[in-house]
Each structure stands twice: as C-alpha cells, then as structure tokens.
C-alpha cells in the first residue's frame, strides 16, 4: 500500500512565523500535491510537482511556496503566516504515468494560526 | 472546464438503510472518475474509481458506482449502511496534467 505521511497531525503557530509542513510518500510517485480543505469549499490545490526540482501553481497559490529536492519529500512553506491560512492542509501523491492516477493522501495537518 | 458537483451537502440514513450520493460532473471527452472517503481526522481514502468499460464499478467498503454518460452521472451506492460509514464523500474527475478536481463533498450522517 502506498503510505503518505505528514509531519504533524496538529500544528499552532503565530502570525508572521515562517511555517514548514513536509510530506514523505514511500512508492516512488512521480507527482505530488497540496491541497487545503475548508468547511463548505471542499478541496483546493495550492501547489503541484510533476518531478524533483519541478513546481506548478494550482488554483490558491499566493501566501504559499513549495520545495522538492527528493522525489519522496514535498514540502508546503507559509512565508509569513496569516490567520486565514488557518486550515486542514492535505498532502497527496500520484503516479506519473501520462494518464490520470488515482491520489493516494496523508491523514492531514490541521494548522492553527494565532 | 472540468467540474464536479455533488447537490447534497448532508444525507441522514437509517443504520441498515440503502444508500445513494449523487454526483454530477462537467468534462467534454470520456471522464475518469473516483469516489473518495474521508473520516473525521483523516485523509481521503479511495474508494472506487471509473477508467473505462463496464458502467458499474465496484469499490471496498461493499460500496458500488454506476457511470451514466447521458446523465453526467457517477452516483455511489450501498445497500445497506453501518455505522462506521459515517463520513464525508467526495466525487472527483480526472482532468488535464494529471490534476483530479473534487466536488465539495456529502457529509453522511448515520441514525441507529
């Protein structure tokens, strides 16, 4: 089975601070993603990498920033966190195969901004 | 563009009821298609998807899907639900680059 694992499950940082949320997947995925879920707006995708080194924006990418150095490891950066980043953030990982894949997601971080 | 849109925010079902969340989507070639869920404190899980082929697809959990092209249709069934399926759905459609657009979600509440 394919295992995304996030950091952190719970998160509470202040406004300002620079915030890292990492995600490690351990089936050799070419893509990776990070979405937000808000109550009543569903899922929204902040970032996207097709390969190590590569980045897209998704739909909500301002106030956030993204690193993929390894293939495993993509990680969500807050460049200076704000209240309305407060926010369920979900990492998923998917087959890079030039088809459509099936996302295979980590359990969430559930961030607080204060 | 691509969409995805699932009319009903909340569904209550009996404990031992037949269950159906409807899902609707917007895509102008042949869509992939997945139903997801997720329980509270979780990620999402998948529980069935649609490529090709037969129309109805069956998933984990007992849950089963029908695709319906003339409809724009994906709807998910089970006949008859637990507790434990008590949770949020999501519909989603595959679309361009590899990305998955998700509708906002069924949340699923269960009557003993």
């Known amino acids: 089975d394919v295992k995304v694992t996030q950091s952190s499950r719970y998160l509470v940082k202040r406004t300002g601070e620079k915030v890292f949320l990492e995600c490690v997947q351990d089936?050799?995925?070419?893509?990776m993603f990070w979405y937000r879920q808000d109550p009543g707006l569903g899922l929204r995708l902040i970032y996207f990498?097709?390969?190590?080194?590569?980045?897209e924006k998704g739909d909500i990418p301002e106030g956030y920033s993204v690193s993929r150095e390894k293939k495993e490891r993509f990680s969500l950066i807050l460049e200076s966190a704000s209240t309305n980043q407060t926010s369920m953030y979900l990492c998923?990982?998917?087959?890079?195969?030039?088809?459509?894949?099936?996302?295979?997601f980590g359990d969430g971080t559930r961030l607080s901004i204060l | 563009a691509q969409s995805v849109t699932q009319p009903d925010i909340h569904i209550t079902v009996s404990e031992g009821a037949s269950l159906e969340l409807r899902c609707n989507y917007s895509?102008?070639?042949?869509?992939?298609l997945f139903w997801y869920v997720q329980s509270p404190g979780q990620g999402l899980q998948l529980l069935l998807k649609?490529?090709?082929?037969?129309?109805l697809v069956q998933g984990i959990k007992g849950f089963e899907a029908e695709f319906k092209r003339s409809q724009s249709s994906f709807n998910l069934r089970k006949p008859s639900v637990h507790w434990s399926d008590a949770a949020e759905y999501f519909c989603?459609?595959?679309?361009?680059?590899?990305?998955?657009?998700f509708g906002k979600g069924t949340r699923l509440h269960i009557l003993p």
């Open positions: 895509y102008g070639a042949t869509p992939y």
């Open positions: 990498s097709y390969d190590v080194k590569m980045k």
């Open positions: 089936m050799d995925h070419e893509n």
């Open positions: 989603a459609v595959g679309a361009r680059d590899d990305k998955i657009i």
């Open positions: 649609y490529f090709s082929g037969d129309t």
């Open positions: 998923a990982s998917s087959l890079g195969s030039g088809g459509i894949q099936p996302q295979h």
